[in-house]
């Protein structure tokens, strides 16, 4: 198993900036991809970011290239998300999740990101 506890979200004006954190505990060895969903409400999740623990390979959804970046401290078994240049539109509950495998099967409890206009 694997335990994942975001933290960093909170209410931002439009323009700026927050840093997601999660922190993963348990058998970290067994999960190599970390990524960051998001989650609106009435709307389903949807892939933001992912980072591969052993290469640091990164991939984005293509409306966030740019502002956001994922990154990862393998000796904290801790991963990022930085957002720049927040608007309204990423407004959203924000989770991390952990694969297995292909399957991202590890998930956060989310913290919520709010921006106002």
């Known amino acids: 198993q694997v335990q994942l506890v975001e933290s960093g979200g909170g209410l931002v004006q439009a323009g700026g900036s927050l840093r997601l954190s999660c922190a993963a505990s348990g058998r970290t060895f067994s999960s190599s991809t970390m990524g960051w969903f998001r989650q609106a409400p009435g709307k389903e999740r949807e892939f933001v970011a992912s980072?591969?623990?052993?290469?640091?390979?990164?991939l984005y959804t293509d409306s966030v290239k740019g502002r956001f970046t994922i990154s990862r401290d393998n000796a904290k078994n801790t991963v990022y998300l930085q957002m720049n240049s927040l608007n309204p539109e990423d407004t959203s509950v924000y989770y991390c999740?952990?694969?297995?495998?292909?399957?991202?099967?590890?998930w956060g409890q989310g913290t919520q990101v709010t921006v106002s206009s």
């Open positions: 980072i591969n623990w052993n290469t640091g390979k990164t």
């Open positions: 999740a952990g694969t297995r495998g292909s399957d991202y099967v590890y």
